[in-house]
């Protein structure tokens, strides 16, 4: 069974192969934001923020509850399950 670090391993090396880009990911702890996205990125000047779910997983509550004020503030904004889920996105928003 696929684990969530390693999905979100290939995400973070897909998005770092990329120009114009850096990803982070976010951990939680006393020094983070309960709730906020898995990977925090940047890609040509645009803030994008993944929460990153297993296949047929949801986020919770307060997940959502983030990824709504990370919208609202501008970012692009997805829950995601794979690399293909990030590439799908990406040229979507035109990125």
């Given at each position: 069974m696929t684990t969530e670090r390693s999905i979100v391993k290939a995400?973070?090396?897909?998005?770092?192969s990329l120009p114009c880009c850096l990803a982070r990911k976010r951990?939680?702890?006393g020094m983070g934001v309960a709730g906020d996205?898995?990977?925090?990125?940047c890609i040509r000047g645009r803030s994008v923020q993944l929460e990153v779910k297993r296949?047929?997983?949801?986020p919770t509550p307060l997940q959502l509850k983030r990824i709504e004020e990370w919208r609202r503030a501008g970012a692009v904004v997805a829950v995601v399950s794979s690399v293909?889920?990030?590439k799908s996105l990406l040229t979507e928003v035109d990125l």
């Open positions: 995400i973070l090396t897909y998005l770092n951990w939680g702890g996205p898995d990977i925090d990125a296949p047929g997983e949801r293909a889920d990030v």
